[in-house]
T-cell receptor, first 109, second 114 residues
Framework: QKEVEQDPGPLSVPEGAIVSLNCTYS??????FMWYRQYSRKGPELLMY????GNKEDGRFTAQVDKSSKYISLFIRDSQPSDSATYLC?????????FGKGNQVVVIP | IAGITQAPTSQILAAGRRMTLRCTQD?????MYWYRQDLGLGLRLIHY???????GKGEVPDGYSVSRANTDDFPLTLASAVPSQTSVYFC?????????????FGPGTRLTVL
C-alpha cells in the first residue's frame, strides 16, 4: 500500500458546483498536510497547508484533516473555470514530502 | 524574479545518449529535489539534497545521478538514456529546516527518449 492514496480519476463539474477531493494515508508520522495545484504544462504550486485536525478556510477553498481516520479533503466552493487544474495532496515526513497521484479537475462554464 | 529555472524546456533524445538536466534556484534554499511525473503515477522523487555537498536517493533513483556542488545548482544526469525515462522532470527547492517544508517547483523539462 502506498503511503498516500489519491484516486487519480478525472472530475468534471459545472461552474458554480462544489468540488470535493480527498486523500487517505497510512503513516501516522505525517505532520503537515498540503494541497498543491498544477496547471497544465506548469509546475505544482502550494495552495493550502494544515497541521492539525480540523478545517482551514482560504476564500473559496477549505482544507480538512481528520488524523484519527487518516483522511484529508479539499473543498472548492463556487468553482470557476480558472480552477481547472490537477490537485495533488502532499504530506510531510521528516525532510521529504509524499505526494498523492493527483486529481484532474475540469470546471465547465 | 526569484524562483527556479530549468533547462532545457524540452528535449528529444536517442536511447543510449547521456543527458544533463539543469536546475538553478535563487532563493538560497538548503534543500533541492528532482521528481519525475508520469500519467497515472503522479510525482515520484528521484534524488534529493538537504544541503550543498550531500545527496540522497529517492523512490526511483536507478539510471539517474545528481551532484550539489553549491547551494544554487542541482543538475540531474541520465548516463545512458532509455525509453522508460521519457517523462516530465521537475526540480524543486525548499527551506526544509522547519515548518511545512513548502517546495517550490520549476516549470519542468519534457524529455522524450526514442
Amino acid at each position: 500500500q502506498k503511503e498516500v492514496e489519491q484516486d487519480p480519476g478525472p472530475l468534471s463539474v459545472p461552474e458554480g458546483a462544489i468540488v470535493s477531493l480527498n486523500c487517505t494515508y497510512s503513516n501516522s508520522a505525517f505532520q503537515y498536510f498540503m494541497w498543491y495545484r498544477q496547471y497544465s504544462r506548469k509546475g505544482p504550486e502550494l495552495l493550502m497547508y494544515t497541521y492539525s485536525s480540523g478545517n482551514k478556510e482560504d476564500g473559496r477553498f477549505t482544507a480538512q484533516v481528520d488524523k484519527s481516520s487518516k483522511y484529508i479533503s479539499l473543498f472548492i466552493r463556487d468553482s470557476q473555470p480558472s480552477d481547472s487544474a490537477t490537485y495533488l495532496c502532499a504530506m510531510r515526513q521528516g525532510d521529504r514530502l509524499a505526494f498523492g497521484k493527483g486529481n484532474q479537475v475540469v470546471v465547465i462554464p | 524574479i526569484a524562483g527556479i529555472t530549468q533547462a532545457p524546456t524540452s528535449q528529444i533524445l536517442a536511447a543510449g545518449r547521456r543527458m544533463t538536466l539543469r536546475c538553478t534556484q535563487d532563493m538560497r534554499h538548503n534543500a533541492m529535489y528532482w521528481y519525475r511525473q508520469d500519467l497515472g503515477l503522479g510525482l515520484r522523487l528521484i534524488h534529493y539534497s538537504n544541503t550543498a555537498g550531500t545527496t540522497g536517493k529517492g523512490e526511483v533513483p536507478d539510471g539517474y545521478s545528481v551532484s550539489r556542488a553549491n547551494t544554487d545548482d542541482f543538475p540531474l544526469t541520465l548516463a545512458s538514456a532509455v525509453p522508460s525515462q521519457t517523462s516530465v522532470y521537475f526540480c524543486a527547492s525548499s527551506d526544509s529546516r522547519g515548518g511545512y517544508n513548502e517546495q517550490f517547483f520549476g516549470p519542468g523539462t519534457r524529455l522524450t527518449v526514442l
